[in-house]
């Protein structure tokens, strides 16, 4: 069964007459034709006839047009003139001889060295000379880049590109417009959008020609959008390990989650990189030689840590990662504790210890043996003068009896009698 014939081979379009189609998109076709006026080849974008219905998609496709027409750039494909052929829109641009970014990477894997600098800058380049007019394209992406046979690059499809302070064709707030696989992290929120949005988006693109895969891989584009808006951005050495580290830092830049934090202009990215193209050859030749020559055997577990991971895996390392930092954090802070306590012990204030009284010494013993000699004394002196005032009185009775003693002289013994009586109780 042979395939339908298109309707546009061999058939002129205006002045131009239609050879064979090169590809399809969501909007139209573009095909390869004849200019006769400018006596060249040139390409023929014609808008597909199911959107001719569609107001917003002609709006864009003639905003299309009309953008490229107004920038004159050589890393800018160029707009010759738009019209229309049987009412469907379509416009001529110049004919580019040579694969686009996605082309190669379906055919390398990936590309690296002095030339993968090289189109980086040429990028930055074309769209500089866009965000200079004011236009921001909004799905900057390997398909949408092309390669000339002169290793020109060439930026394409303007089709969702923004005007910066124009009114018309404004998205509704919470919108999303480009490819999820290398949207900035507020273009998948529906925020406003500037340079630097497409900075992240280049950023993306050649995170994904250097290390063969995209920054964040998934099927489903909601994950897609998460990712780029919370998880951290792979390292590039761990899928190309011999990629410089200047280069890593540059995309690195370009990746950074809040506009703030990245690269804020096209001079910035377009400096650094010569700084590198110009300068560093040494790191480059390295770099270049990844694809030059063959690589030398390597070891299952780096050719396992060099697999790209899905985006299940990625975030499983990740949180396997938080929990070593984590576990590690605790670690460090009890050693931390142990450490300051150690501290705290050897360097309080010290105390004179309590010592225990002294046992007493011969001296005082001695003096306290005189003491109790003393009392001893004291106690006999006493008893001394008791037992002498008690021979008194006995004296005096003895007076008292003899036929001499005065009448009264018994009621005095009497008193004496009984004080010796208590003398001697």
């Excluded at 993306?204 to 998460?226: C, K, N, Q, V, W």
């Excluded at 011999?242 to 280069?247: A, E, G, K, N, Y």
């Excluded at 003096?367 to 005032?389: G, I, P, V, Y």
């Amino acid at each position: 069964m042979t395939e339908p014939q298109d309707p546009y081979v061999g058939k002129m379009i205006g002045e131009c007459l239609v050879r064979r189609p090169i590809k399809r998109g969501g909007m139209g076709a573009v095909y390869l034709a004849f200019d006769h006026i400018l006596k060249r080849e040139v390409a023929i974008k014609v808008m597909d006839v199911a959107c001719r219905r569609d107001d917003d998609a002609v709006r864009r496709f003639h905003r299309e047009a009309r953008i490229l027409g107004g920038l004159n750039h050589k890393n800018v494909a160029q707009v010759h003139r738009a019209g229309q052929f049987n009412g469907i829109p379509y416009y001529v641009m110049e004919y580019i001889d040579g694969p686009s970014l996605k082309d190669l990477l379906s055919e390398k894997g990936k590309l690296t060295g002095s030339r993968c600098v090289n189109y980086l800058i040429q990028a930055a380049e074309g769209l500089r000379a866009a965000a200079d007019q004011n236009v921001i394209h909004r799905d900057v992406k390997p398909a949408n880049i092309m390669v000339t046979s002169e290793d020109v690059i060439k930026i394409v499809d303007f089709g969702i590109s923004k005007i910066l302070d124009e009114d018309t064709y404004k998205t509704q707030t919470g919108m999303f417009m480009g490819t999820p696989r290398y949207m900035a992290p507020e273009q998948t929120r529906g925020y406003e959008v500037d340079r630097r949005t497409d900075i992240y988006s280049l950023g993306a693109t050649f995170y994904h020609l250097i290390a063969g895969r995209p920054p964040f891989d998934s099927d489903s584009a909601l994950r897609l959008m998460e990712a780029h808006q919370n998880d951290p951005v792979p390292d590039i050495k761990l899928l190309a390990p011999h990629t410089p580290d200047r280069v890593c830092n540059i995309i690195y830049g370009m990746l950074m989650k809040r506009p703030d934090d990245r690269f804020q202009n096209y001079n910035q990215i377009i400096a650094a990189l010569r700084n590198i193209h110009g300068k560093v050859t040494q790191d480059l030749a390295s770099f270049d030689s990844i694809v030059q020559h063959d690589l030398p055997p390597i070891s299952p577990a780096d050719k396992a840590r060099a697999t790209p991971l899905s985006l299940d895996d990625r975030m499983s390392l990740e949180r396997e990662e938080a929990e070593r930092r984590h576990s590690r954090f605790i670690l460090i802070t009890g050693v931390v504790v142990v450490v300051a306590l150690v501290l705290a012990v050897m360097f309080r204030p010290r105390t004179p210890p309590q010592t225990a009284a002294p046992p007493p010494t011969n001296r005082a013993a001695s003096e306290m043996s005189a003491m109790m000699k003393t009392l001893k004394e004291a106690q006999d002196m006493n008893q001394e003068m008791r037992m002498k005032q008690a021979r008194q009185i006995w004296e005096s009775e003895n007076a008292l009896n003899s036929p001499d003693a005065p009448p009264d002289a018994s009621g005095n013994a009497k008193i004496q009698k009984d004080v010796l009586d208590d003398i001697y109780e």
